[in-house]
Structure formats: structure tokens, C-alpha cells
């Protein structure tokens, strides 16, 4: 989406390494968030920043953390991944008028 | 715990009916409420956002309207065509949560 790139797009890991999935901005928006994607879940929650290094958990933050050194970046790390990772995730950033706006989404797949 | 539903989870129509979808959510402190799509393998783009200030948004066919007494919102979609099928997500602000969606299929 404009504004918002993730990368990697596509990752198969193996179980127990670790995995860190990019989210940059260019539009210098305060507020961002990672989710993942699941059949019968819905979106969900991982972590959130309200600035630089300024994060907080959302519904479902066990194994992950996440890093926000610079306004433009917000990463997410699987410190040890496992096959219940296995998801889409997706980046979002909060725009002036309180809406939001995604990035593309990365299918990690965790063996 | 907060939740947002949506009403039904799918949803198939013939081309050109008109159509409502359901969202209703329990987070009474709600500023604002978005509807999205999804097409599949893709990500979300964002259709419609209501202020909490306003009761309804519109754009071209669609239109949503928040019901903050109520706890619901609807989005509506005159003329279904094919190329409306899609998941249609609703999120709430207030706590961040999404909707599980309705799965549209138009069929031409």
C-alpha cells in the first residue's frame, strides 16, 4: 500500500530460529501495528508502538517482540519460531484521521 | 473482553441486488469505526471510515451508518456487481479489534 511496505513478502524458516519481519513507513505516522491473519481468527492483534520505543502487547504477544528505533520502522521478531506461527502478518499505521491503512502482508511459514 | 461481530460470515447474492452487512460491537467507548475489504492472498483496503461524530459515510455504492447507542454498524451495497465479492472487515477503534468478516460472493 502506499506509504507502507513490508518486507520479507514471503519467509519458510525452520522451527526454533529466529525470524524478524520489517514493517517502514514514509509518512511519519505515530502509531503502529502488527497483526497476524488465521483462518477462524480473523486479524489479530500482536504489538503496538505509540512512538519510538514506545510499545505495548495486544491480544496475542507471547513469542513475539517487537523494536521501534526509528518513527519509520516497526519490527517484529519470532525469537524461536514454531509451526504455530505460521500466519499472514500484517503491518498497519494510523492515519490523522484515525483511520487505518495496511501493508501487503508477509506469509511466513514456519517448518 | 470486547468483541465485534459480523453478520453473516458469508454471504452469496445474485448480480445486482442490493445488499446489507452486519457489525456490531460491545466496546461502548468507540471513536471511530472502519470497513474494509480483502480480496484473497491480499491485503486490506479500507473502504469507508465513520467518525463518531457522524452517523453515516458514503461512497459511490456503498454506504455505512455507526449506531453507537446500539452497538451496531451496517454497510450497504446497491448493485452488487462480481467484482464486489470479497471478505468486508469492520474494525473498532476503540479497542483495536477486527471483525472475522462476511465472505461476499456475487454471482453474475
Known amino acids: 500500500d502506499a506509504g507502507i511496505t513490508q518486507s520479507p513478502r514471503h519467509k519458510v524458516t525452520e522451527t526454533g530460529t529466529p525470524v524478524t519481519l520489517r514493517c517502514h513507513q514514509t509518512?511519519?505516522?505515530?502509531?503502529m501495528y502488527w497483526y497476524r491473519q488465521d483462518p477462524g481468527h480473523g486479524l489479530r492483534l500482536i504489538h503496538y508502538?505509540?512512538?519510538?520505543?514506545?510499545?505495548d502487547k495486544g491480544e496475542v504477544s507471547d513469542g513475539y517482540s517487537v523494536s521501534r528505533s526509528k518513527t519509520e520502522d516497526f519490527l517484529l521478531t519470532l525469537e524461536s519460531a514454531t509451526s504455530s506461527q505460521t500466519s499472514v502478518y500484517f503491518c498497519?499505521?494510523?492515519?490523522?484521521?484515525?483511520?487505518?491503512?495496511f501493508g501487503s502482508g508477509t506469509r511466513l511459514t514456519v517448518v | 473482553k470486547q468483541e465485534v461481530t459480523q453478520i453473516p460470515a458469508a454471504l452469496s447474492v445474485p448480480e445486482g441486488e442490493n445488499l446489507v452487512l452486519n457489525c456490531s460491537f460491545t466496546?461502548?467507548?468507540?471513536?471511530?469505526l472502519q470497513w474494509f475489504r480483502q480480496d484473497p492472498g491480499k491485503g486490506l483496503t479500507s473502504l469507508l471510515l465513520?467518525?463518531?461524530?457522524?452517523r453515516e459515510q458514503t461512497s459511490g455504492r456503498l454506504n455505512a451508518s455507526l449506531d453507537k447507542s446500539s452497538g451496531r454498524s451496517t454497510l450497504y451495497i446497491a448493485a452488487s456487481q462480481p467484482g464486489d465479492s470479497a471478505t468486508y472487515l469492520c474494525?473498532?477503534?476503540?479497542?483495536?479489534?477486527f471483525g472475522k468478516g462476511t465472505k461476499l460472493s456475487v454471482k453474475p
Open positions: 498497519a499505521i494510523r492515519t490523522e484521521n484515525y483511520g487505518y491503512t
Open positions: 509518512e511519519n505516522h505515530r502509531y
Open positions: 508502538s505509540y512512538g519510538v520505543k514506545d510499545t
Open positions: 466496546d461502548s467507548a468507540i471513536y471511530n
Open positions: 465513520i467518525q463518531s461524530s457522524q
Open positions: 474494525r473498532s477503534q476503540g479497542n483495536l479489534i
